[in-house]
């Protein structure tokens, strides 16, 4: 696993940089060299997972998972099936067992005081994944290691902004996630944050596509049939959505990423395999891939390191041209 | 023969509770850690909110209807619930009303237009579930996390009973709420109505009871039960989110009918229905135990669980069936 | 009598249904103290003013007024609050409830705010004592026969003070003991004073219990009578409007006696049993038979058949049809070797709601064709106009849902459904339960009829008379058990069959 | 002539449906225009029956599941697994044969046929309440499918296998031609055999129906057979006409997608008589609808309040207590007249 992790952060060739991408870098290459020393200890870690919604997930899970057992460590694992209550119902049982850390992806990001003030009560140390929490003690938790969507709708404006700057009138469409879930708040914030201060663009249509290729699709075919000339620019709030309303494009008669440029976020797999056709402009990546980072952070914790309340995973943004290279090495 | 008789109007809730005594036993076996009483405890601390709608749930089941919109409801109840404590700094004691009475008309309305205009209640309470989830989201797409001294006392707040052993208030909540709704199905009239309409409503209505007022109350107590459940619920998440117990409907309609209840109407106990959730939630310990189920596997062992009881139950319930058959000879 | 202001008056009452004008200016006068028949061929609207009457439709046109005031009633449960206690034609009560709470709901006795159930079970027990009723009353309703739901459902109304009392068709399914207490209780009433209106098709009991008569023709109102003024015959006459001479006359050829014995067996029973529902028992039926089957209420009759019948499985025993041993699992294989049964519970047994007198009547017959040989719809048409003449269904419109009939008419299509399939063996329980005088004695006719040519018939009746009429050899049960088997060649009168019943006094 | 029409179950879908349809022409005088473009036709009303095919086909399965007073909550899951066999099938085959087409297709429709049986034992050999039955199912089948998918999303470059969702045929998407062959054969064995018959006679009293003999556990076990064929279908359609294959989303929420399109249709889920012709048009108002809160552009936030309003509506139109209340207040004339059916709700 990690050498693997890394590979996907390495190949970043000319990533936007950002303030905690840095800072990153740095407590990585910290923790790495303390790995041998830590693992000597046999841990029992308790991970509860949001779901297996898409399959950004899913890899995220194999990472997780792959990167706890071959660290030698002992797995619980539990899939909440996107329901807090279930979450933290897993948590409940993980503090029953009695394991030694738990790691959890929360499925939104209040209502966990309780069961985390259970969990800091028992000496269970909870180590967030992917997602934070808003909770005002941060006592409660020891760390979090995840993506910033809010960066990620950023680096998809400024992107946009770079591309199309210099044009008159901008149309963009919006496909948004599922109403109400972390990602889609946060992408369509930090993409309207940048797109704001330019007045040239504008968001003409914007709905929500479920995060789903087919709900992607339909969505876009309704968008097309009600102004399909007047589309400039898709902006879609993850990659299958993206993948989805291509085809309804190339359906409708004009052509992708030609015709109208296409943003997606997650860089999945079918993301590349797009851009490597020429159908789709570029995605924002937003890595699964931290289980490594996450193991070596519990054992530094447990080897009694000091450890920064937020850590942000290496993350870039490919573009089209990059596509046809990368393709074979993406795994998810 | 009396006794019997008795037994055999009980068979379902028996089986029941011999099947969670037996997977309780499994667990026990299976697992370190699960063989103690606060995971015991543990299932109605989860689960409070699951047997208030519950209860809710077996009054309009046992009279042959069903309420699709419990689960936005308590999604609504949360919102509501955070929106006016934390944007609009409304005291708990005005806020708490609020949601139950906004609970309780969108209970009502159902009921009446169920009653009054003959709709079936699958789609009336279908619409309600659209409605109240997409006023969930009108109120705001965000989750809104609560801070309050009250709500945060109701959430961590721990009420202990043997040893190192507590439960939390809202398991009182739902406690008063399960005793009240056993006194009300067997030692009220509205029961009784509740019990005949399921039974064969047309019938009940020649016999002149109150099929009306019966009917709409039914399904007021239900919107009341879910808002109660919502609230129970922000306690137990101490936020307000739009997609809040998203699908848990048919959690419920599930927990209600293994419980024994039958979904044509008029058979089934309250107390059935807290057993049926108490086997979902120990189905989901089990599951959180075994700790090596990926999240597809996850599913089926819960579909596969699902599928256990139920058969066992129907075969306990058969066998004893015809087991009868021969004893009454005598 | 007629000086007196009547307890109960409705005029000009008017109802229509879609397509249907089921009453049209009809009056009815109900003074204290007296039980008030209202007499009409299946059909005629008798339910149906009963119904109007008591809130369950509404009304369309004319007055009711009630001790001299005007009512408007909009429920059951109004009606109840004015005083009028209502025995519906069909059993309507709870299946899924007890005996007690079928009784009492609605109107529980209550202690310290809660129900009292002790209290309840006990003064349950008493009036069904009053009714010579035996039974454990904490049993769910649904395990007992129709005739003893329909005792409960007397039960029930007459456990209120009522000020007028109406029975729809109590005694379709009663045999004579019930009716007698049935009767003993209502003449008891009728001196505290209370109205009665007593619906039945029995002519004999309309004129044990009765002081007045009103007779209804398809929804007219033909007149008001004193029953000791009025013969029976002419009776009839008002009701059917026609004048009728063959009425009597129905009745076995019993010079073919000899004939019988040389038939073939159709269906050899022996030692077939079920466990706790009725005792091993032999039964030889012949071709062209008519076996009648006796007993009193719960003696096991409609077990025996429903085992003949592949309704429930026999726990020993077998069952050779023509010589060969078959066995019957279910109603289909059954069918299959051409067996049918008419089930006495027509609500839960028989029509199937939401279908057209057509689709009810072809049904049976379509079952044994299977999935694929549809009768084409031509086919159909042809055969219900067909039947729904032969048995005189009122309205003659194939095409009306079963579920907007008269309770009479639904009985009809019922035994169309059965006569169709054209079976060699025709089961039938309780026939004639709430059907009129004019189409019982069509149907006795038939039965007779199709027996003359070679149809065995096994049928059951609480109705002495008819068995007497038309069978050659009854069978008598008693307690689940068949306790003899008696030819009616010499002449048997209902007394010899009555001691059978009782348990040779 | 009109009256009957009004009296017709279908009458006010279609109304419902003519409303929807007109209310998109305000914001798009050329919603009703159809043009041929690129050899097929494309329109926006074309584009609703393709994209409402999935779900009037499975509607057409849960309509007769509905009139034997059954309900088949397993749909969704079936759309999943069937997408995922079907993929997962033709993931790495050649363009140039069609072969590897029928064997996705075989075993996607073999398979759910199995699952769909599956229900119809648990529900009438097992007697389990249908609710629960399918429940199972429900669950369970996302699970399979994600199982088969190892819950990635496998993209199709089959092209043959992108025909069934996306193709065309005579001007028309190939996926308008399977919902009416599917509807003609639910049509001839309803109506032209005595299937149809037999589901009414179960789902309206099956104790009656037994005594009649009538095999009422097959008819059970057919209807749900039928239903997993249809969601086979669906779930292909589906499937195909994205190209790809995702276990935990396809066809999420349908089933109730669906028990609405068939109520909408005049079936009641108190089983017994069914109306196929309306479950399509309760099909297509529930597409059109999906349609409209995306071209007209609601906030997304308003998308299921909008959803309950029109739903609510429909469904109050079609109460004749309802409209004889609307004529009560708008006509007093009329309102004498109309207290007349009342007993018509009773029995
Ligand atoms: N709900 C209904 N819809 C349409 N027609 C109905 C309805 N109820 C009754 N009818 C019709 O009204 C007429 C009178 O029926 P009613 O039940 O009053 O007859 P009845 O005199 O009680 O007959 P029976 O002796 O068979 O019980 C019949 O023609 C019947 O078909
Ligand atoms: N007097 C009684 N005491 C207790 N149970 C009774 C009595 N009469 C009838 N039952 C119940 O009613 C059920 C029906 O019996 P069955 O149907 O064989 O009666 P039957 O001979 O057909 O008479 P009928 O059809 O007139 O009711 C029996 O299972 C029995 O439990
Ligand atoms: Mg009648
Ligand atoms: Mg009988």
New binding site residues.
């Given amino acids: 696993g990690s050498d693997e992790a890394e590979e996907a952060g390495g190949t970043e060739s000319d990533s936007t940089e950002t303030e905690d991408t840095t800072e990153t870098e740095d407590t990585s290459a910290e923790t790495e060299g303390d790995t041998e020393e830590a693992s000597s200890e046999k841990l029992v870690i308790g991970f509860s997972q949001v779901g297996a919604e898409s399959e950004w997930r899913t890899a995220n899970t194999e990472s997780m998972k792959a990167a706890i057992t071959d660290a030698g460590h002992e797995l619980k694992f539990s899939d909440a099936q996107q329901k807090q209550e279930n979450q933290i119902k897993a948590i409940r049982s993980f503090i029953a067992q009695k394991v030694d850390a738990i790691v959890f992806s929360p499925v939104v990001e209040t209502g966990f005081e309780t069961v985390l003030q259970e969990a800091k009560d028992a000496d269970i140390p909870v180590f967030l994944a992917d997602r934070s929490v808003d909770i005002e003690d941060d006592s409660l938790w020891v760390t979090f290691l995840g993506s910033d969507f809010v960066e990620e709708g950023r680096k998809a404006g400024n992107w946009l902004v770079d591309e199309l700057g210099d044009e008159d009138e901008v149309n963009i469409v919006e496909l948004q996630g599922t109403v109400g879930s972390a990602p889609a708040i946060d992408r369509k914030e930090g993409f309207e944050e940048i797109i704001g201060d330019h007045s040239n663009f504008e968001i003409t249509q914007s709905q929500s596509g479920d995060f789903t290729r087919a709900k992607g699709k339909e969505v876009m075919e309704a968008f097309l049939k009600s102004d399909g000339d007047n589309i400039d620019v898709l902006y879609a709030h993850n990659d299958d959505m993206a993948i989805g309303a291509i085809q309804a494009i190339e359906e409708y008669g004009l052509k992708p990423a030609e015709d109208i440029t296409i943003i997606g976020v997650d860089a999945v797999k079918g993301a590349f395999e797009a851009m490597a056709a020429g159908k789709m402009n570029v995605t924002i990546e937003c890595n699964p891939l931290f289980g490594p980072q996450m193991v070596d952070l519990i054992e530094a914790y447990k080897a009694g390191e000091e450890i920064p309340k937020r850590v942000a995973v290496e993350e870039s943004m490919y573009t089209m041209d990059q596509a046809e290279e990368l393709l074979p090495t993406r795994q998810y | 023969m009396k006794k019997l008789n008795l037994d055999y109007k009980q068979l379902p809730l028996i089986a029941t509770i011999i099947l969670f005594i037996i997977m309780y036993a499994f667990g026990s076996f299976r697992y370190t850690g699960f063989f103690s009483s606060q995971v015991f405890l543990n299932l109605f601390i989860d689960n409070a909110f699951l047997i208030i709608v519950a209860v809710g749930m077996t009054f309009v089941i046992l009279s042959g209807g069903i309420d699709l919109s419990v689960g936005s409801v308590i999604a609504l109840t949360s919102m509501i619930a955070a929106s006016l404590i934390m944007n609009a700094g409304l005291s708990p004691w005005i806020v708490i009303p609020i949601c139950l009475l906004t609970g309780t008309l969108i209970g009502m309305g159902q009921g009446a237009l169920i009653q009054y205009f003959n709709l079936q209640p699958f789609i009336v309470t279908l619409a309600g579930m659209f409605l109240a989830r997409g006023l969930a989201y009108v109120i705001s797409v965000e989750t809104i996390a609560i801070n309050h001294p009250f709500f945060s006392y109701m959430a961590s707040g721990r009420i202990p009973i043997w040893g190192d052993n507590f439960i939390s208030p809202s398991v009182i909540i739902a406690f008063v709420v399960v005793v009240i709704a056993v006194f009300v199905a067997h030692f009220t009239k509205y029961g009784r109505n509740v019990y005949a309409i399921g039974g064969n409503e047309q019938s009940a209505l020649l016999m002149g009871l109150p099929v009306a007022r019966t009917k709409v109350m039914i399904y007021t107590v239900s919107g009341f039960c879910a808002s109660l459940s919502g609230l129970v619920f922000t306690f137990y998440m101490l936020s307000g989110y739009g997609l809040h117990a998203n699908g848990l409907e048919l959690d419920t309609i599930a927990a209600v009918v293994i419980g024994g209840t039958l979904l044509t109407g008029g058979s089934g106990y309250v107390a059935g229905s807290v057993v049926g959730v108490m086997i979902l939630g120990i189905i989901q310990t089990v599951i959180v135990f075994e700790g090596t189920l990926s999240s597809w596997w996850t599913k089926i062992a819960i579909g596969a669980l699902l599928l256990l009881f139920i058969v066992l139950q129907r075969v306990i319930v058969i066998r004893s069936k015809t087991k009868k058959g021969i004893i009454s000879q005598h | 009598m007629q000086n007196q202001t009547p307890r109960l008056a409705m005029e000009g009452i008017v109802k229509e249904f879609p397509g249907v004008k089921a009453l049209s200016d009809v009056n009815f006068q109900l003074f204290p103290g007296e039980v008030h028949a209202l007499m009409g061929e299946n059909g005629a609207g008798k339910s149906t003013l009963i119904k109007v009457l008591t809130g369950v439709y509404s009304i369309d046109g004319g007055t009711v007024t009630l001790e001299g005031n005007p009512i408007h009633v909009n429920s059951p449960l109004e009606a109840q609050e004015l005083g009028i206690s209502t025995v519906y034609q069909e059993v309507n009560l709870c299946t899924n409830l007890s005996v007690v709470e079928n009784i009492f709901i609605g109107r529980q006795i209550m202690k310290k705010g809660r129900i009292d159930w002790k209290e309840m079970n006990r003064q349950a027990d008493e009036l069904l004592k009053r009714l010579n009723?035996?039974?454990?009353v904490t049993k769910l309703l649904s395990?007992?026969?129709?005739?003893?739901q329909q005792m409960i459902a007397i039960a029930r109304a007459l456990n209120v003070q009522a000020k007028v009392l109406i029975l729809d068709e109590p005694t379709s399914?009663?045999?004579r003991d019930e009716v007698n207490q049935l009767f003993d209780v209502i003449r008891n009433l009728q001196k505290e004073g209370l109205a009665i209106v007593f619906v039945s098709h029995f002519l004999d009991q309309i004129y044990e219990i009765s002081n007045r008569i009103t007779v209804l023709r398809n929804g007219e109102w033909i007149g008001e009578y004193m029953t000791k003024d009025l013969p029976r015959l002419e009776l009839v006459e008002k009701m059917i409007g026609k004048e009728l001479n063959e009425l009597t006359s129905i009745s076995k050829g019993k010079g073919d006696e000899v004939q019988t014995e040389k038939r073939e067996s159709f269906m050899e029973v022996e030692n077939l049993s079920k466990t706790g529902?009725?005792q091993p028992f032999n039964l030889d039926i012949h071709e062209g038979e008519i076996v009648g089957l006796a007993?009193?209420?719960?003696?096991?009759?409609?077990?025996?058949a429903r085992l003949l019948f592949g309704a429930d499985k026999p726990d020993t025993g077998e069952i050779k049809i023509k010589g060969v041993k078959k066995q019957l699992n279910s109603p289909k294989q059954a069918i299959a070797n051409r067996i049918a049964f008419c089930s006495?519970d027509r609500k839960a047994e028989g029509i199937i709601p939401e279908l057209t007198i057509r689709e009810n009547m072809i049904l049976a017959m379509q079952g044994t064709k299977g999935w694929f040989r549809f009768i084409p719809k031509k086919k159909q048409i042809e055969i219900a106009d067909e039947y729904v003449e032969l048995l005189n269904i009122n309205p003659p419109n194939p095409e009306q849902l079963i579920k907007n009939l008269s309770g009479g008419n639904q009985q009809k299509v019922m035994l169309a459904r059965w006569l169709i399939t054209n079976p060699e063996l025709l089961i039938l329980?309780?026939p004639t339960r709430g059907i009129d005088i004019g189409a019982k004695t069509e149907i006795m006719k038939l039965m007779v009829s199709l027996s003359e040519k070679g149809m065995s018939i096994l049928f059951?009746s609480?109705e002495l008379d008819e068995v007497l009429r038309t069978c050659d050899k009854i069978a008598v049960?008693r307690d689940?058990k068949k306790v003899s088997e008696i030819s009616n060649k010499d002449h048997k009168t209902q007394h010899d069959i009555m001691k059978e019943m009782a348990g040779g006094m | 002539m009109i009256k009957s029409m009004i009296k017709s179950k279908l009458f006010w879908p279609i109304v419902v449906l003519v409303l929807i349809l007109l209310f998109n022409l305000f914001f798009d005088r050329g919603f009703f225009s159809i043009e041929v473009r690129g050899g097929h036709l494309v329109g926006s009303l074309i584009d609703i029956l393709n994209r409402g095919a999935p779900l009037m086909l499975i509607s057409i399965g849960m309509t007769l599941v509905i009139a034997t007073k059954g309900i088949d909550l397993g749909v969704g899951s079936v759309i999943a697994m069937s997408g995922a066999i079907g993929a997962m099938s033709v993931a790495g085959a050649a363009d140039d044969s069609i072969l590897p087409l029928f064997t996705a297709i075989g075993l996607s429709v073999g398979i759910c046929v199995l699952a769909g049986a599956w229900n119809g034992l648990l529900v009438s050999r097992v007697g389990v309440q249908p609710i629960v039955a399918t429940l199972i199912l429900m669950v369970a089948g996302r699970g399979i499918a994600q199982l088969i998918t190892g819950g990635q999303i496998t993209t199709v470059y089959y092209e043959p296998y992108s025909y069934i969702g996306g193709g065309y045929l005579f001007l028309l998407p190939f996926s308008i031609f399977i919902v009416a062959a599917v509807f003609a054969i639910a049509m001839f064995l309803t109506r032209k055999t005595a299937i149809g018959l037999f589901i009414e006679s179960v789902g309206s009293n099956p104790d009656a129906s037994r005594l009649s003999g009538i095999n009422s556990k097959n008819i059970i076990l057919m209807v749900y057979i039928f239903s997993g064929f249809c969601a086979a279908i669906g779930g292909l359609i589906l499937s195909s006409n994205v190209a790809s294959a995702d276990g935990n989303n396809a066809g999420l929420w349908y089933e109730l997608d669906a028990i609405l399109a068939v109520v909408i249709g005049g079936t009641s889920l108190m089983g017994g008589r069914f109306f196929l012709m309306g479950t399509l048009v309760g099909a297509l108002i529930i597409q059109s609808l999906t349609t409209t809160i995306y071209s007209v552009g609601v906030p997304t936030e308003y998308n299921l309040v909008v959803k309950a309003i029109v739903v609510l509506i429909v469904c109050l139109l079609q109460s004749p207590e309802f409209r004889k209340r609307l004529t009560g207040a708008f006509g007093s004339k009329k309102g004498v007249k109309s207290t007349k059916d009342k007993g018509v709700t009773l029995s």
């Avoid at chain 3, 007993?295 to 025996?304: H, K, N, Q, V």
């Fill in positions: 009723l035996n039974i454990d395990s007992y026969s129709v005739a003893m399914s009663l045999d529902n009725i007993g009193l209420l719960g003696s096991g009759r409609t077990e025996l006495e329980d309780e059951v609480s049960l689940r």
